[in-house]
């Protein structure tokens, strides 16, 4: 599985961005896919997921209200609808698809984008 994010930009508070990650290659293997970021200096940090088949998703507390994850399965790409950011927004933007079997799980990454958000 081949993950292209792109939307990332830099954007002033309150602003809104969206991203976005197309999939590639085995696509019908991917049970979930989420979103994750880096600030500098910290810890990359699970921002929303949603799964596949059941159209289930979760958010980090941070973001609930603000962000909204979605997938369109006909075009096999992810969303991340960011809106009210925040300066403590900024980071790195990984997207992350993974597939669940029986034995261990197999995660596939991007190569990230970077918001920034500017007071």
């Known amino acids: 599985v081949h993950l292209v994010e792109s939307g990332g930009g830099k954007v002033q508070t309150g602003d809104s961005l969206r991203l976005s990650c197309a999939a590639s290659?085995?696509?019908?293997?991917?049970?979930?896919m989420g979103w994750y970021r880096q600030a500098p200096g910290k810890q990359r940090e699970l921002v929303a997921y949603?799964?596949?088949?059941?159209?289930?998703?979760n958010y980090t507390d941070s973001v609930k209200g603000r962000f909204t994850i979605s997938r369109d399965n006909a075009k096999n790409t992810l969303y991340l609808q960011m809106h009210s950011l925040k300066p403590e927004d900024t980071a790195v933007y990984y997207c992350?698809?993974?597939?669940?079997?029986?034995?261990?799980?197999?995660?596939?990454w991007g190569q990230g984008t970077q918001a920034t958000v500017s007071s």
């Open positions: 949603i799964y596949v088949s059941s159209g289930y998703t």
């Open positions: 290659g085995r696509t019908f293997s991917i049970d979930a």
């Open positions: 992350k698809a993974w597939e669940e079997t029986m034995i261990r799980q197999y995660d596939y």
